[in-house]
């Protein structure tokens, strides 16, 4: 869609996006329709991007610092042992972080995965639905797509959502199960990339802060988030993983993210003043740190990925990385001392640090997984070693060859190797992998080769908390840390041997503004608690010892 330069006025901007868009496709102010529907829906666009995973405006202060410590950081990120926290929130009854699903978070979470984001897609779908004009269906399809990377984060956290019904305009609709709601998203997905695979211009590019208006890489991302969904899906639905594995590689459809430049990611801009919004947790907050789980795996692997993701603490005097566990037992504390956990290894942002939606490393790792189970030709071996290779490019690293000519384990989690929680031990090395891929601790190479390929995943994936997370539940890999406050898992209505929590639950508010919540239990297969597993769940997933 081709935009032409224009310059108009704030109150003209005013009273045209007061106008109703019937009444106005013509218009006295000289502006094309082109450029008016940028206008009216330009805003909204920026607002989605903000959406995916939380993020925004530094005169919002601690706001989106605050939605992402509820969605990534004191949850999913803890679950899957990114990050661990210098604080158990018992003062407030314990929150997500160790386990406890109050009513009031479930709705803030919910608002944070869904809520949000429906409010301002909405406002373009409610508008462009129906339009048989290329240029407003260009930018439907970029609404949905950004659409789908955010509500995919949110049925892979509580399950069930409102997508066929959504923008219906129903007070109370009615919500689909997960399978059909990763139905219907990958074909919207498919739909949007057969729009702007016709497009020969940019696209909203004044207000796209992801690709700048280009319809190529808005393609690309939209083939390898299809792949991202149809591989999670190959061990419940073959027929339909294979469908879109083949679909979303078919380079006739515009191909997959394939090296750096091409990645979803979002970050501080001259087009839109943005924060990482990590920084509220890891340095306002002083709560968020370094992960056990992952301390374990880049340590005992000599990773040099550790200093990219993380700086260094200062424990009695020394210098080195430490990792706590999930599930703190210990309150906040502002000190270095020897009994706080302050100290602990901080994530290694700044205010320009980008979050990432996806990057061209887990797009390999997919084709490995895809592979490995004949859903594409290839060999695993090859994409496997290429997603490490990848990872350690986008991290400005070299060295991967050696890296994955080690046969070594990860470090155990116990007090030898975590002086600062001498109490604390979990199981990490029985059964675990190395890096190298014809290195083999068990004698079933194939479930290996899968575990091999998931651990990698889980660290090229850092930050990206609720994607570990799913894949950890999806495959049971990697092998991760039991929490420290051993009553977490029964205030999910799990057992004693529970490792992170399967979901989130509805809150209440949910359950008294829309009576079809009724059908969430039949829409789960079980009760609408932290243990019930999702859908895509595979049968035979190994239960770590």
């Known amino acids: 869609m081709k935009l032409k330069k224009y310059i108009l006025s704030l109150a003209s901007l005013a009273l045209i996006t007061s106008c109703d868009y019937e009444d106005i496709n013509t218009n006295i102010y000289g502006v094309s329709d082109e450029e008016l529907g940028a206008l009216l829906y330009g805003t909204s666009f920026m607002d989605m991007q903000q959406k995916v995973i939380p993020i925004g405006s530094p005169t919002l202060t601690t706001g989106p610092g605050n939605d992402l410590q509820n969605t990534d950081l004191i949850s999913s990120g803890t679950y899957i042992g990114y990050f661990g926290n210098n604080n158990n929130w018992a003062g407030a009854g314990y929150l997500e972080a160790n386990w406890n699903f109050q009513d009031n978070r479930m709705n803030y979470a919910y608002e ?3 809520s949000k984001m429906y409010q301002s897609w909405n406002t373009i779908y409610s508008k462009l639905k129906g339009s048989e004009e290329p240029a407003d269906q260009e930018i439907l399809a970029l609404a949905n797509i950004v659409k789908i990377a955010g509500w995919l984060r949110a049925t892979d956290v509580f399950g069930p959502i409102v997508y066929t019904n959504a923008g219906n305009g129903d007070i109370a609709p009615k919500l689909d199960s997960q399978q ?4 219907t998203m990958m074909a919207d997905l498919a739909d949007a990339v057969a729009i702007l695979n016709k497009s020969t211009s940019k696209v909203l590019g004044d207000y796209d802060v992801i690709y700048n208006g280009n319809p190529a890489n808005w393609v690309r991302f939209a083939n390898s988030l299809m792949l ?3 591989v999670r899906v190959h061990f419940v639905d073959n027929a339909l993983a294979q ?4 679909k979303a590689l078919d380079v006739k459809n515009g191909g997959v993210i394939e090296d750096a430049s091409q990645e979803a990611k ?7 003043p943005l924060l990482n919004s990590m920084l509220a947790s890891v340095d306002e907050y002083g709560e968020t740190r370094m992960g056990a789980t992952i301390w374990a795996y880049l340590t005992g692997y000599n990773d040099p990925r550790i200093a990219v993701y993380f700086k260094k603490g200062t424990f009695y005097g020394e210098e080195n990385y430490y990792g706590l ?7 906040k504390q502002w000190n270095d001392n020897a009994a706080s956990p302050y100290f602990a290894s901080k994530p290694n942002v700044n205010s320009n640090s980008p979050l990432y939606w996806m990057r061209a490393s887990e797009v390999q790792f997919l084709k490995a997984e895809a592979c490995l189970y004949n859903l594409m030709a290839g060999d695993p071996k090859t994409y496997y070693e290429a997603g490490v290779e990848m990872s350690f490019t986008e991290n400005g690293l070299t060295g991967a060859g050696e890296y994955l000519s080690k046969e070594t384990l990860p470090s155990p989690l116990g007090f030898a190797s975590l002086s600062h929680h001498p109490a604390y031990t979990s199981p990490l090395i029985t059964g675990n992998t190395s890096p190298k891929w014809d290195h083999y601790s068990t004698s079933n190479q194939k479930e290996e080769q ?3 390929i998931i651990t990698q995943k889980y660290l090229a994936l850092y930050p990206n908390a609720v994607e570990a997370w799913t894949e950890y539940r999806r ?7 039991k929490p420290e406050d051993t009553s977490a898992p029964a205030r999910i209505g799990a057992s004693g041997d529970c490792f992170a929590p399967e979901r989130f639950r509805f809150g209440a508010t949910e359950y008294s503004t829309n009576p079809n919540m009724k059908d969430v239990p039949t829409l789960l297969g079980g009760e609408d608690q932290g243990s019930t597993k999702l859908w895509w769940v595979r049968s035979d997933r190994p239960l770590q010892k």
């Open 243 to 246: 469908e879109y594995i083949t």
């Open 450 to 452: 899968l575990q091999k």
């Open 228 to 230: 991202r969904m149809a």
């Open 325 to 331: 566990p999930q599930a703190s037992s210990f309150g």
């Open 266 to 272: 979002i970050q501080n801009s001259d087009k839109m």
């Open 475 to 481: 495959t049971g890999y990697p092998f991760i840390g």
């Open 112 to 114: 944070n995965f869904y």
């Open 180 to 183: 059909v709601v990763y139905k």
